[in-house]
């Protein structure tokens, strides 16, 4: 047992996805997030900008009581998890190895898409990964730049939105992929556009979902679950202005995150 919180980052907003997840996966837990709306977004930076914001954020968090880390960033988890994972010194678990393992199990023609930012899709981290675990399998990716500060700035359902989605999606549509990785945490708040232009035969996986489910299987295979009976807490902490971050996060969690949000120096850490 213990009551230690769950250290959760992300360049921003997307992160909430998994948030959300978390707190209706393991409702006792107490959570700590952290944005980094100063410098999202992450996924058109180079690996060594990508790497070093991931160290700061990483730092950051460690400044509070937690015992483990979630990398709720498609990016970080591609492209610094990698090098970076064994030097964190508490237990790391990212959004690509949840969100591959239940593609696998999901895909059924064994054709599975990827969508994510540039620097993801350039990695090629989860190709690398769903080869690991299925043999004869079909990958197709596809870059989405715009989805991220389309979502960052309230653009969730709009015909803007569905325009810049059709274009990014048309390929991965006619290469017949019945399963489709919403590779960036920010994609699942896009979820009702990216479903109707792919269809209904087309699974989408939700990097979140996937990711809150692996952090309790993680807490309970290791005795790490908090054996609070209340319901646990959760505070944000933001590089940039609070506001647009309480609007934004308040909506999408359904529940009011007013003056629970702080603005930190990112910079120091
Ligand atoms: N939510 C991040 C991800 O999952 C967005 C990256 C970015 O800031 O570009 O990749």
């Known amino acids: 047992m213990d009551n230690r919180a769950i250290g959760v980052f ?22 700590i997030y952290f944005g980094d709306t100063g410098r999202v977004p992450y ?3 180079s690996v060594d900008t990508i790497i070093k914001y991931v160290e700061g954020d990483i730092r950051f968090l460690k400044t509070f ?10 990016t970080a988890s591609a492209v610094a998890l990698p090098v970076i994972g064994s030097s964190i010194g508490l237990p790391a678990v990212g959004v690509l190895d949840a969100a591959s393992k239940a593609a696998v199990k999901v895909t059924k023609n064994k054709k599975i898409g990827i969508i994510g930012t540039p620097s993801t899709i350039a990695s090629k981290a989860y190709g690398t990964k769903i080869r690991s675990l299925m043999a004869d399998v079909g990958i197709y990716s596809a870059a989405c730049p715009l989805f991220v500060p389309l979502v960052e700035n309230g653009h969730t359902s709009s015909e803007v939105v569905r325009l810049v989605a059709q274009e990014y999606l048309g390929d991965l549509k006619d290469s017949g992929i019945d399963t489709l990785i919403l590779g960036c945490t920010h994609y699942p ?3 009702g556009v990216i479903s109707g232009i792919m269809g209904n035969d087309v699974a989408l996986i939700d990097v979140g979902e996937q990711t809150a ?19 646990g807490s959760c505070r944000y902490f933001v590089s940039d202005t609070t506001e647009n971050f309480e609007k934004l996060g308040s909506l999408f969690l359904q529940q009011r995150i007013e003056g629970l949000v702080n603005k930190v120096d990112i910079e120091k850490y």
């Open 65 to 74: 009581d937690i015992k483990i880390i979630v990398v709720a960033c498609g």
């Open 213 to 231: 489910k692996r952090v309790g299987e993680f807490l309970c295979e290791n005795g790490l679950m908090s054996e609070r009976t209340g319901k």
């Open 189 to 191: 708040l896009l979820k």
């Open 10 to 31: 992300d360049s921003g907003l997307g992160g909430l996805t998994a948030v959300k997840q978390l707190m209706r996966e393991l409702p006792h837990e107490d959570i």
């Open 43 to 45: 996924g058109t930076r």
